[in-house]
Antibody, heavy 121, light 107 residues
């Protein structure tokens, strides 16, 4: 069955860096685009970034562009989110989500359970 | 960036009620509109993609309609497991913005 498992969250001081991972299984990871979406405590969903199936195209929310980098290793079936210059408003649960049918345009059909990032001194 | 609004922000309904949630985009997004359901402490679940396409495994009481800037999610007969938050998301242009959500609770 399709599974996405995020890891790497934790408590980090403002200005520091953190790398999240999303391990995929149960499908051919290398043929699917993948999203990162976050949710601040008690708030709504915020789309963060998208990477194409082969990593050649990457897209970012304005709030993270220049600070976050999305990448993937298809040989390891793993998606990454490198986060730098973290700010308190980056505090959120971070989800990875598989692009529905491989298409950028149809949302995310499978989601991980999320990993919590807390940015605080 | 495309801004998404939803109405109402919350509603109270009874089991068996017909429920309609509206989503509006700040510019035309054709039919690139997705709907999600989220329960507390859980990841979102895709219900509808491309405005009116029911995701596999989603009950047929859920339906979506609309194009351009105005979209609707309808639950034809609310069930106990449907009490949750609902979000729309445009996937016409990046950033793929979400609406602020609609919370459906028990009357």
């Amino acid at each position: 069955q399709v599974q996405l498992v995020e890891s790497g969250g934790g408590v980090v001081q403002p200005g520091r860096s953190l790398r999240l991972s999303c391990a995929a299984s149960g499908f051919t990871f290398s043929t699917y685009a993948v999203h990162w979406v976050r949710q601040a405590p008690g708030k709504g969903l915020e789309w963060v970034a998208l990477i194409s199936f082969d990593g050649s195209n990457k897209y970012y929310a304005d709030s993270v562009r220049g600070r976050f980098t999305i990448s993937r290793d298809n040989s390891k079936n793993t998606l990454y989110l490198q986060m730098k210059s973290l700010r308190p408003d980056d505090t959120a649960v971070y989800y990875c989500a598989r692009a529905t049918g491989g298409s950028y345009r149809h949302g995310g059909d499978y989601w991980g359970q999320g990993t919590l990032v807390t940015v605080s001194s | 960036d495309i801004q998404m609004t939803q109405s109402p922000s919350s509603l109270s309904a009874s089991v068996g009620d017909r429920v309609t949630i509206t989503c509006r985009a700040s510019q035309s997004i054709s039919s690139f509109l997705n709907w999600y359901q989220q329960k507390p402490g859980k990841a979102p679940k895709l219900l509808i993609y491309a405005a009116s396409n029911l995701q596999s495994g989603v009950p047929s009481r859920f339906s979506g309609s609309g194009s351009g800037t105005d979209f609707t999610l309808t639950i034809s007969s609310l069930q106990p497991e449907d009490f949750a938050a609902y979000y729309c998301q445009q996937s016409f242009n990046t950033p793929f913005t979400f609406g602020p959500g609609t919370k459906v609770d028990i009357k």
